[in-house]
T-cell receptor, first 113, second 111 residues
Framework: EADIYQTPRYLVIGTGKKITLECSQTMGHDKMYWYQQDPGMELHLIHYSYGVNSTEKGDLSSESTVSRIRTEHFPLTLESARPSHTSQYLC????????????FGPGTRLLVL | GQSLEQPSEVTAVEGAIVQINCTYQTSGFYGLSWYQQHDGGAPTFLSYNGLDGLEETGRFSSFLSRSDSYGYLLLQELQMKDSASYFCAVRGGQAGTALIFGKGTTLSVSS
């Protein structure tokens, strides 16, 4: 069982609000990721990090930002939520090495009204 | 960049064998992975192929041919609980640090 946690699990918020989605892992993994996934659709990589103080944008253009100040913590922030941000956000972490296995958190389902 | 192609849907009956294909294009190759995701759940790791050939894990096997940029996931003795989405993934991004997923194949197993 992977030790990766996301909070909140569900969030309903109004347009224009600032929100932070939390993600923590206790496995000591250097790599962490954020994906956006609509129901029944593909996973879109929006941000990733391969260590403390390193962050990269993924393939999907996103209005969110991330930070990686501690190995175990990789929060994602939306400065001004919009209805188009309504989706599921999945956090994952992975070990170093070519044979990387990613472990996913349970996800945060976000609804922006 | 990277791109992956896999069928969008596959249907089968309990006890059958099903193969889910994946073709990929990537500038640098670091292996092909497979993940399973049940409806409403998070993806979980199934299998990884770094070299050509077959990897077997119980009822699931995965195959890779690097020369053909092709792989497949083989599911045997299908059970209802195997109904899920299956994603192939390759490494990409800066220095191959991120996993890039295909669009997923929805497998429906009926009795």
């Amino acid at each position: 069982e992977a030790d990766i946690y996301q909070t909140p699990r569900y969030l309903v918020i109004g347009t224009g609000k600032k929100i932070t989605l939390e993600c923590s892992q206790t496995m000591g993994h250097d790599k962490m990721y954020w994906y956006q996934q609509d129901p029944g659709m593909e996973l879109h990589l929006i941000h990733y990090s391969y260590g403390v103080n390193s962050t990269e944008k993924g393939d999907l253009s996103s209005e969110s930002t991330v930070s990686r100040i501690r190995t175990e913590h990789f929060p994602l922030t939306l400065e001004s939520a919009r209805p188009s941000h309504t989706s599921q956000y999945l956090c994952a972490s992975g070990n170093r090495g070519q044979r990387e296995t990613q472990y996913f958190g349970p996800g945060t389902r976000l609804l922006v009204l | 960049g990277q791109s992956l192609e896999q069928p969008s849907e596959v249907t089968a009956v309990e006890g059958a064998i099903v193969q889910i294909n994946c073709t990929y294009q990537t500038s640098g190759f670091y292996g092909l992975s497979w993940y399973q995701q049940h409806d409403g759940g998070a993806p979980t790791f199934l299998s990884y192929n770094g070299l050509d050939g077959l990897e077997e894990t119980g009822r699931f096997s995965s195959f890779l041919s690097r020369s053909d940029s092709y792989g497949y996931l083989l599911l045997q003795e299908l059970q209802m609980k195997d109904s899920a989405s299956y994603f192939c993934a390759v490494r990409g991004g800066q220095a191959g640090t991120a996993l890039i997923f295909g669009k997923g194949t929805t497998l429906s197993v009926s009795s």
